[in-house]
Structures are given as C-alpha cells and as structure tokens.
C-alpha cells in the first residue's frame, strides 16, 4: 500500500509506473508455471524455473556457447589436414548456414520462450515423438559431452610440469565439484559464472587476431613479414584423404571441413534453451540472436584466418603434439605459431584460456541437459519428479540426474586400459547429435511457420521476425543434412575402410529414428495438422509478464550507459 500511495501522491512520480516487485516476480513465475505445467496444482507442488538470467548474461551465453576448446585446439586436426583456404571457406559456409537455424530457432524462442525451448517446439509443431527423440538425445549429448569437457580440462592442467605429479582423477573431481556448484543453487551463479568465462574468452580471442595481424606484418622478434606465405607452399588447399588426388582431394578436404566446423559451433543453441529463464525475453532473445552473426563470423571466420597466416599447415610441431594425442595448448595451432614468430610468454597464457573455456563449456552442458530434462518432463516424456524446483527456480533433480553422469569421467583416466576405450566410445555417440538438433529446428521451424499462416496469424505482428522465410530454413535443413548424410565419407575411399571409424560417424543416425520411432510406436503419435499445432499454452501469462518487463527498463542516459546498453 505504502508505494502506491507514494507513486500516486508525489507530483515528480506522477503517472510513472510502479517499479516491477518481487512479489509480482513471484506471482507471475507461478501464473507461468500454472499455464506451460497444465494447471495451479502442479505449479504448487512442483514449483517452477525462475527468470533470474539478465540481459548480459544472455548475450554472453549466446557467445559463450560458440567459443571453446575447438577455436583454440580442434580446428588443428582440420588445419592440418585441408589446409588454410579450405578451413576459412568451411568456417565461413558452416557459420551461415548456422545463422540460418538461429534465425528460425530465434523466431519460435521469442514467441514462446520456454524453459529447455527445442524438445517443446518439436512436440508442439511437429510430431510428439520428435520431441521425445530430440529431447533425450540432447540430454544424452549434452551428459557426455560434459564428462568430455571435464577430461579436456583435466588433461590441460597437465601442461603444467608442476601439476603432472597429480593424479588426473584430483583433477577430474575439483572441475566436477566446481561445475555442479555453479548449477545446484541459482540460475544467476550460472549466469554470472558464464559471463565471466565468455568475457575472458573474448579477450582473448580478440588479443589474438589482433597478435596475429601485427606478426603478419613482422612486428614480431624476428623482424620478419609473413604475408601469405603458407597459402603458397604448402598450399592453400591441400588433398585429403592423401589418397585421393587433383580436385577431387582438394575438393573433399574442404568438406572434412565442414563437418569439423559443424562440431565447433555446437552449443550456439544454448541461448534459446535459456530463453525460459531470461528476464525479458521478448527483448533480450532477438537481441541475441541478431548478433550471432557478427559474433560467429567475427571470431570463428577471422579466428581460422588468423591462423592460416601464422603457421603453416605441415608445421612439424603442429603434426607431431596431434601425433602423440596431446591435447594441451602444445597442440594449438595458435600455441606454435606464436612459438614460432619467438614470443615465449603467451602459451602459458593459452593453456589457462584453454583450461577455462573446457570448464565454461562443462558448465553450460550441465545446464542445457538439466533443462533438456525438465523439458522432458514437461512433455510427460521423462518423470514428472524432474520438474521438482528449489525456492531459487532450480531443477535439482534434473541437474543432479545430469551431473552424475559426469562420473564416466574417471573412465579416462586410464588412457590405455579399456575403460578409456569404453568412455572414447560414449564420445563417439554424440559426434552428430548437434547436427541432429539444428535439423530437427529446421523442420520444427517449417511446422510452425505453417501452423501460423494456418491458424491466421501474421507473421508481420511478431516481435521477432526472420528473413527470407521459409526459404531460410529450408537452406539450412538440406546444408546440415548433407553433412549428417556424408560426414564418415573418408572410410569409403578405396584403402581407407574401418569398422569403427565407420561406426564412429554414423552410430547417431539408427539411434536417433530409433527414439523417434519407438516412442511413435508405443504411444501412436500422428504428425501435427498446423490447425491444431499448440502455439497459445503459456503465452498469456508470457504477454502479461512481458508488460511487467516494459515497465522495468529504463532507457541508458549517458555515453557510457549506452555503449553498455548496446553491448549487453
């Protein structure tokens, strides 16, 4: 009562509204879980995801996501092998057609930004059973690729001579301890957490390109230009396989690229899975996802630029740390270019940049998984017990289901027995579940693209509108599929047939339509009439709390506020 007496009473605040409360915080979060759970009931019992995730955070989980160990170690392997052209050129197609999904993913996140967003998508636009399928395929990724991101991180510290008397497994446990911490208590530690690490990383990466122009140009120890020296010997395309020569080999070295490339952009969809927890999502999501553009291409497209020009791509270091298996900073192509040009302090510098990013991604994977599987549950696809939440809106069952199977890190710890066998095969089931993923948004996308137009629904009204549609989503469905189609090619070039390998590349597919299918099966689903694809559950309360949030910005004044305003 007190402050809508003093808004109303006092002449300088007259007509301002009331600032947005935290008890109207709380009332809303309860009207939203009452609308996308299915009832107050539930909502009581279960409680429900909390909008704690700020602007910042938001932007900086949209780059966080597409930064980590592949700019700095992965994108070796395809280096070394394609050489620089190709790995610009596969960078560059990969990172379009990667804005392409974003837009529609964007599109759909801002009309309803639901916790965990994609599985929901698919089951409302498409087919209940994509939804089954794309949600436990995601959490099933997103668990593995946490345990493969804390062993990165593990192996890192290795590079260190002081912390190679350790045992890996003291390692492995403190990473483990330090990621679940950041996920068991608030939304907002996460966040925060995440915006630092990006932060860092982006530092980083721009320290870099910015080295790397002034090393071409011969500011470097030795006083010497660079150019473009490695584009002419030993070439700016090479062959691969090395079997295969002429065009043809260097036509398929530029596509081993693009399935690399797919791989390091994998996670850019983190930004919607978080949409259901961001404060002012109708805001905040478009903002995001109109700068992953600029972002990805920035870092990604200049990143692998950068690199062509300064080392070469049969550099006898870089080739011998790939070899010998490490995975450290000593395998960086950035790490021996820089050694290279004769500048000593930086790949320390690297390893710890490399050592952060390996656990910012082991972080962000426990979160999207934890909401993959709330999303599940939502859909009455996994427990119900998941959608159990804390006073702070986190689901602690969904991330301790999710982070206790970090423990198949200890697996690796022997390198050579069978269990480091058997944890290389877990990895090995995840190698095109993002690709999966971006298809499965695609077609999600088409659906509900048509749902509107079906339902008399102007796409001109929406807040966030994607361009060129649906043609946008088309391009981007046919360019992911084709890499899922011939992404093991390599094994079926004459000399170079092995069953693992072949395996490796393609175990995802059966597994996949096997979720798919088994789930169509037992429960009949039916493919989705756009007339009766769910667009409404939960958008009201999602346009009464978006008023809420009109009221809570407050527009930057000075200089500074701007820029920052612009920024985040």
Not at 165 to 192: D, T
Not at 227 to 252: I, N, S, T
Not at 491 to 515: E, M
Request: proline share 4%; aromatic share 14%; net charge neutral.
């Amino acid at each position: 009562m007190a402050e809508k007496h003093l808004h109303s009473s006092d002449p300088e605040l007259a007509g301002v509204p009331p600032p947005y409360s935290s008890s109207e915080r709380k009332n809303d979060a309860y009207m939203e879980g009452a609308a996308v759970l299915g009832g107050e009931d539930d909502a009581a019992r279960y409680g429900y995801v909390s909008r704690g995730l700020k602007s910042r955070h938001i932007q900086f989980i949209a780059l966080g996501g597409t930064i980590g160990t592949g700019l700095f170690l992965g994108i070796g392997n395809a280096f070394t092998h394609a050489g620089p052209l190709s790995i610009l050129l596969g960078y560059t197609f990969t990172g379009l057609a990667v804005f392409a999904m974003m837009q529609c993913l964007g599109e759909m996140a801002t009309w309803l930004p639901l916790p965990g967003a994609i599985p929901q998508f698919c089951a409302r636009y498409v087919d209940d059973a994509l939804g089954f399928a794309v949600g436990w395929n995601n959490w099933y990724s997103a668990a593995i690729t946490l345990c493969a991101e804390i062993s990165a991180a593990s192996l890192v510290i290795g590079f260190w001579e002081g912390a190679q008397s350790v045992n890996v497994a003291v390692w492995i446990s403190i990473i483990w301890l330090v990621i679940i911490f950041l996920n068991i208590f608030a939304v907002s530690l996460y966040g925060e957490a995440e915006f630092w690490f990006a932060s860092l990383k982006i530092i980083t990466i721009v320290g870099l390109l910015i080295m790397a122009f002034i090393v071409d140009l011969g500011g470097n120890p030795h006083h010497e230009r660079l150019g473009f020296r490695y584009w002419k010997h030993p070439g700016a395309m090479k062959e691969y396989p090395p079997q295969v020569h002429g065009d043809l080999g260097r036509f398929l070295g530029l596509f081993s690229t693009l399935v690399n490339a797919a791989f390091s952009y994998g996670g850019v969809e983190m930004v919607a899975v978080a949409a259901g927890e961001a404060e002012n999502p109708r805001k905040n999501i478009p903002k995001a996802v109109r700068r992953v553009f600029w972002r990805i291409l920035f870092f990604y497209v200049l990143g692998s630029l950068a690199i062509g020009v300064l080392v070469s791509s049969d550099d006898k270091g870089l080739l011998d740390a790939q070899a010998e298996g490490r995975s450290d900073a000593a395998a960086s192509p950035w790490v021996i270019g820089i050694k290279n040009a004769g500048i000593s302090v930086l790949p320390s510098i690297i390893n710890a940049v490399i050592l952060t990013s390996a656990t910012s991604s082991g972080n962000a994977f426990l979160y999207t998984g934890s909401r993959y599987l709330y999303a599940l549950a939502q859909n009455r696809q996994a427990p119900r017990i998941f959608l159990t939440c804390s006073k702070k809106g986190v689901p602690y069952y969904a991330v301790a289901a999710t982070a206790i199977i970090g423990a198949l890190t200890y697996l690796s710890v022997d390198s050579n027995g069978g269990a480091a066998k058997a944890f290389s095969w877990f990895q090995n089931l995840t190698t095109i579940a993002s690709l999966f993923t971006w298809c499965s948004i695609c077609v999600a996308y088409l659906r509900f693209y048509k749902a509107l137009r079906a339902q008399g629904i102007n796409r001109d009204t929406l807040v966030f509108k994607s361009k060129f549609q649906p043609y946008t989503a088309w391009f981007a469905l046919i360019y992911f599929a084709i890499i899922i189609i011939f992404s093991g090619f390599a094994v079926f070039i004459k000399g170079n047939w092995d069953v693992s390998d072949f395996i490796a590349a393609y175990i995802g597919i059966p597994i996949f339509f096997l979720l798919y299918g088994g789930w169509k099966i037992i429960k009949r689903t039916k493919v989705i009439n756009p007339l009766e694809a769910d667009l409404m559950t939960g958008k009201a309360a999602l346009d009464a709390e978006d008023e809420h949030w009109q009221r809570e910005y407050k527009p930057p004044v000075t200089i500074i506020d701007k820029i920052w305003d612009w920024l985040v």
